[in-house]
């Protein structure tokens, strides 16, 4: 029976009192097995981060890039703003090499929130380290409502993966971020705005045999809501894993057997 597949989970470690633990949102998980995957876990490595990040991308189909701590500006070659809040060196490295493998290795990747942010860096590109410092918005980007609420709209570009995974062009998104992109990395192409000009949304050109799609709100949130176009993201997702994981089958079928 074929496996269902499986994808790689960034996660988080956190101090809490006198003990380390690892942090993951549990709606990912869920929303990521509602889409018909298997979700890994991968805790940022403190040492070896090349070599075991290699291991784990050998291991699995897909990667999942979550949100969490500011992106250290170190990693695009900037001084630290004033405002930057906490950051992870250890899996700023890790998540910056599960991305450069996922390119090589062409696993689709789904990234969110943080992952929008590590993403770009990770490609050559550069962040906005605080939004209402370095930009003139009343838009709140940082919302104090509950995480299931959608405070600002975002406009999709019409001919984007981005739209067809949501069935819109202009959506109602939450918003838990005080970071942004600014120079956009290699290879990826903005798809969405917020009405400030915000980057919100963006991809690989469809003529790229790397899938990647990247959201800066969080749309796991909504896992509770069956109606949400936000589950189309996952699903959208998951109908990429699965066709990569089929051609990797059918080409391991068809490579030729050493004749000993």
């Known amino acids: 029976m074929p496996r269902h597949p499986?994808?790689?989970?960034?996660?988080?470690i956190r101090e809490e009192v006198d003990v380390s633990r690892v942090r993951v949102t549990a709606a990912y998980l869920r929303v990521i097995e509602r889409a018909g995957l298997v979700p890994v876990v991968v805790a940022p490595f403190a040492h070896d981060a090349s070599g075991a990040t290699l291991r784990v991308l050998d291991a699995v189909d897909g990667i999942v890039l979550t949100g969490g701590e500011d992106v250290d500006p170190a990693a695009y070659g900037a001084a630290p703003s004033p405002h930057l809040q906490t950051v992870s060196v250890d899996r700023d490295t890790m998540e910056i090499a599960l991305v450069r493998?996922?390119?090589?290795?062409a696993l689709p990747t789904l990234a969110i929130c943080r992952g929008i942010q590590l993403l770009n860096v990770a490609l050559g590109g550069t962040l906005i380290q605080d939004i209402r410092s370095e930009r003139s918005s009343d838009l709140a980007h940082d919302q104090s409502a509950?995480?299931?609420?959608?405070?600002?709209?975002v406009h999709i570009e019409p001919d984007s993966r981005l739209a067809r995974a949501v069935g819109a062009t202009d959506v109602a998104v939450n918003s838990f971020h005080h970071q942004a992109l600014d120079r956009i990395g290699r290879g990826l192409r903005v798809t969405a705005h917020a009405p400030d000009g915000i980057v919100e949304g963006v991809e690989t050109p469809p003529d790229d045999r790397w899938w990647v799609l990247g959201v800066q709100w969080h749309p796991?949130?909504?896992?509770?809501?069956l109606g949400a176009s936000d589950h189309g993201l996952f699903r959208a997702?998951?109908?990429a894993v699965r066709a990569g994981t089929l051609?990797?089958?059918?080409?391991?079928?068809?490579?030729?057997v050493p004749v000993a």
């Not at 499986?6 to 988080?12: D, F, K, N, P, R």
């Not at 796991?220 to 809501?225: A, C, K, R, S």
């Open 6 to 12: 499986l994808v790689a989970v960034t996660a988080a």
């Open 101 to 105: 493998g996922a390119r090589e290795r």
């Open 146 to 153: 509950s995480r299931d609420q959608r405070t600002h709209m």
């Open 220 to 225: 796991e949130e909504f896992v509770g809501d």
């Open 237 to 239: 997702f998951a109908a």
């Open 247 to 256: 051609s990797s089958r059918t080409a391991s079928a068809h490579r030729p």
